[in-house]
């Protein structure tokens, strides 16, 4: 009779155990079923038995079913059926399309609004050239965008209330240079004006000059008629309000 010690049957068990094992795995690869079966005869695709759902058994062989043939495959109206292994996907038609028989343009049954059947493809109307007035506006340009158009204004218009305005400049922009002086300062900066005028004249005019003379003599009498003149004065605001 021959004893084994305790670690000697316990390497026993353990080799036992590994080649059972081994074995079961060897077993499971021999006898494993392409992803199609459910039940099979060997790992090849021709030793089908049965079939998961979205197969059928075709002399042994599990081939896909393409339900979008059949009443399995019924999508959404804006939505077309794409068949996958073992079953299908409902995927969105073109923005172009209304119902479609596929993907892209060129399957559509019928086009979107802004759309037009061009040759075997629903393509983009440009309204903007398509159209004589298709901004009714004196000061709009017209933009096309896919199936439509808009209406902006022209280069340095907004739109105010629906219609096309100039830009208001910046209150820096609007103001002249004496915008914010007040009457009182304006007659006095007149007068200082016309005062520095008549002086560089009347130095001229002292060298004995006659042309000098006779050019002062005109000056005075011009300013002093434009001075008590509603003109005079009206020229003279406008030049110091910077307008």
């Known amino acids: 009779m021959i004893f084994l010690e305790p670690t000697g049957v316990r390497m026993l068990h353990r080799n036992v155990l590994q080649a059972t094992w081994l074995c079961c795995l060897v077993a499971a690869r021999v006898h494993s079923c392409p992803s199609s079966c459910s039940q099979c005869s060997g790992p090849e695709k021709n030793q089908c038995e049965e079939c998961r759902a979205g197969w059928i058994l075709h002399t042994n062989t599990c081939v896909d079913v393409d339900e979008c043939g059949t009443e399995l495959g019924t999508c959404s109206p804006n939505s077309y059926c794409f068949n996958t292994e073992g079953s299908f996907e409902c995927r969105d038609c073109d923005s172009a399309c209304v119902g479609c028989m596929g993907s892209g343009p060129a399957r559509c049954r019928r086009c979107v609004s802004g759309y037009r059947l061009t040759g075997s493809k629903c393509l983009d109307i440009d309204e903007c050239s398509d159209r004589v007035l ?75 000059d006659l042309v000098y003379t006779s050019v002062f003599m005109g000056a005075m009498a011009a300013m002093a008629g434009y ?5 005079g004065d009206r020229l003279l605001y406008g030049f110091f309000k910077g307008h």
Do not use: P, Y
């Not at 340009?141 to 439509?148: A, E, F, L």
């Open 134 to 208: 298709a901004c009714h506006g004196l000061d709009e340009i017209c933009v096309n965008t896919d199936g439509s158009f808009r209406c902006d204004c022209a280069h340095g218009l907004l739109r105010k209330d629906g219609v096309c305005v100039k830009k208001r400049l910046s209150s820096v922009q609007e103001k002249g240079l004496f915008e914010d002086i007040q009457d009182d300062e304006m007659e006095v900066l007149q007068q200082m004006f016309f005062g520095v005028v008549l002086c560089a004249l009347a130095t001229l005019a002292a060298n004995g």
């Open 227 to 231: 001075w008590f003149s509603d003109r």
